[in-house]
T-cell receptor, first 114, second 114 residues
Framework: DAKTTQPTSMDCAEGRAANLPCNHS???????VYWYRQIHSQGPQYIIH???NNETNEMASLIITEDRKSSTLILPHATLRDTAVYYC???????????????FGKGTKLSVIP | EPEVTQTPSHQVTQMGQEVILRCVPI?????FYWYRQILGQKVEFLVS????????KSEIFDDQFSVERPDGSNFTLKIRSTKLEDSAMYFC????????????FGQGTRLTVV
């Protein structure tokens, strides 16, 4: 699985867009980029994932650079409830039969400030 | 919205005792996982389970650990002889497919070994 690098922490003003960067320069062509978050030691929560194209869902947008060496998670209008640790994870789409191991790093602690 | 349910939410046990942590995955999911998070540390993969057998396990998942899907709905993690260092949050997760999909995590069981 690709090693990912994220800033340790970030602040964002409530109502503003939160842009969380992730570097994954060693990502291979068949590895997805997943984003999860963990709110105060609760179970991780899936946000979004992508392979090559930019993706958007009701929670966030994922922008992946053309060379796939980095990506940005965008929360368009951050609220206080978005305060959490955000994890960027690279996962090999073909790693073994019937496996789906997520390798969590330390993530980015996002603090949304009123 | 479907959810993964874990019981109990908190378990205290004496060192050397056996514990069973229980999980009810989402009903149409086929892949099941256990992760753990020691306080202040990363979320770590323990094991994945598919088609009634372990598909992948980490180095943490030694002979003291076992998993079972006893009745087609529950998914359990057993620790045979608990150690102090087994104290952690244990998260169960499930997914529809191996890759290209989200994993749903439960809210966790906090295991405290005294």
């Amino acid at each position: 699985d690709a090693k990912t690098t994220q800033p340790t922490s970030m602040d964002c003003a409530e109502g503003r867009a939160a842009n969380l960067p992730c570097n994954h320069s060693t990502i291979s062509g068949n590895e997805y980029v997943y984003w999860y978050r963990q709110i105060h030691s609760q179970g991780p929560q899936y946000i979004i994932h992508g392979l090559k194209n930019n993706e958007t869902n009701e929670m966030a947008s994922l922008i992946i650079t053309e060379d796939r060496k980095s990506s940005t998670l965008i929360l368009p209008h951050a609220t206080l409830r978005d305060t959490a640790v955000y994890y960027c994870i690279g996962t090999n789409a073909y790693s073994g039969a019937g496996s789906y191991q997520l390798t969590f790093g330390k993530g980015t602690k996002l603090s949304v400030i009123p | 919205e479907p959810e993964v349910t874990q019981t109990p939410s908190h378990q205290v046990t004496q060192m050397g005792q056996e514990v069973i942590l229980r999980c009810v995955p989402i009903s149409n999911h086929l892949y099941f996982y256990w992760y753990r998070q020691i306080l202040g540390q990363k979320v770590e993969f323990l094991v994945s389970f598919y088609n009634n057998e372990i598909s992948e396990k980490s180095e943490i998942f030694d002979d003291q650990f076992s998993v079972e899907r006893p009745d087609g709905s529950n998914f359990t993690l057993k620790i045979r002889s608990t150690k102090l260092e087994d104290s952690a949050m244990y998260f169960c997760a499930s997914s529809v497919r191996r890759v290209g999909t989200e994993a749903f995590f439960g809210q966790g069981t906090r295991l405290t070994v005294v």
